[in-house]
């Protein structure tokens, strides 16, 4: 009697090991794919994979590019990513720069492949110190900048501490105003980028893109799944963040010229209402795409493409 309930419990136990390791190898296989289609895409667009050791912050850094070594044969564009976004999002878009522009794309802190550490600050002054390390470190000293949400505001500052490097900057549905929104946000500890469950992920999916590239639902289920076990990753990195404190106040101006603002219409994540503060801080127009929402770029390639690269010409 005892033989047969033990052997009753192992082949339970093991049918369930099989269910487990089948679920999990679902989001295994279709991560894998996931990457490999962002490598794929990456190499259409003439990009490679490169990583050197930053010395300062005691990290591995890695960052798409289409040239070995930058030097002053082209101009050079460099392109931020949102937060727990990554290197790959611009992949699209640069297959449209590549030929007329040498492209410096780095995972930022925390995000893509470098390294998160619980004892790191990510704040986007703290992101700002990390990529403009990197930009001395490749001997990269005048360039265009395009930042999206968190990258926006990563831009804005630039354009405050080190005007003299940047040529031209296109800031697309920027984060980083002291509105009552982000103070509302702050306030209660509302975090769109913590998930605990598939249904968290997929609000939140559309509230980033009204129109996004077709991606299979399994694969999106992969997406959530990683989204998910990064929770309090995220949870702490959005805290460093998306601080109102460090944000930039409604009256706030930036002293400089030769800027472009993006913002999609659709935008859910921060309103649209919004580039009206930009606009006035930073005494440009908004290119405003009524389709489209928080990644202009990402879901209209072939558009926004063509309005960034008139104004960098």
């Known amino acids: 009697m005892a033989l047969s309930l033990i052997f009753t419990t192992l082949i339970v136990l093991v049918i369930l090991w099989f269910l487990i390791i089948k ?24 990009l490679k994979h490169y990583s050197t050791w930053n010395q300062n912050f005691d990290l591995q850094i890695h960052y798409l590019s289409n040239v070995v070594e930058f ?14 976004a990554d290197k790959y999002i ?105 998930h605990n469950n598939e249904a968290d992920f997929f609000y939140f999916y559309d509230l980033v893109m009204a129109k996004p590239p077709y991606l299979p639902k399994f694969i999106l289920r992969a997406v959530a799944a990683k989204y998910i076990g990064k929770r309090e990753q995220y949870a702490h990195m959005f805290r460093d963040f998306f601080n109102p404190n460090d944000f930039f106040d409604l009256t706030h101006k930036i002293d400089t010229s030769e800027v472009m603002l993006v913002w999609g219409a659709n ?17 440009t127009t908004t290119v405003i795409y009524e389709d489209l929402g928080h990644m202009p770029m990402v879901e209209d390639v072939g558009r926004v493409s063509r309005d960034i690269m008139l104004f960098l010409e």
């Open 90 to 194: 611009w992949n699209r878009i640069s297959k449209k720069l590549s030929k007329k522009y040498q492209l410096f794309i780095p995972d930022l802190l925390g995000h893509g492949d470098v390294v998160y550490r619980s004892t790191d600050k990510y704040s986007a002054n703290e992101q700002v110190l990390f990529l403009m390390d990197m930009l001395d470190k490749l001997h990269i000293q005048n360039f265009h900048l395009i930042g999206n949400s968190m990258g926006g505001l990563m831009t804005a500052i630039m354009l405050e501490s080190c005007p003299q490097r940047i040529r031209k900057s296109v800031l697309i549905d920027p984060a980083g105003i002291r509105t009552d929104y982000s103070l509302e946000m702050a306030k209660t500890k509302h975090n769109p980028f913590k």
């Open 71 to 84: 030097d002053k044969t082209k101009p050079v564009i460099v392109l931020l990513h949102g937060f727990s």
């Open 23 to 46: 679920v999990d190898s679902k989001f295994i296989i279709a991560n894998s794919i996931y990457s490999a289609g962002n490598r794929l895409e990456a190499k259409m667009a003439g």
């Open 267 to 283: 935008d859910k994540l921060l309103p649209v209402a919004d580039h009206l503060v930009w606009q006035d801080m930073l005494d």
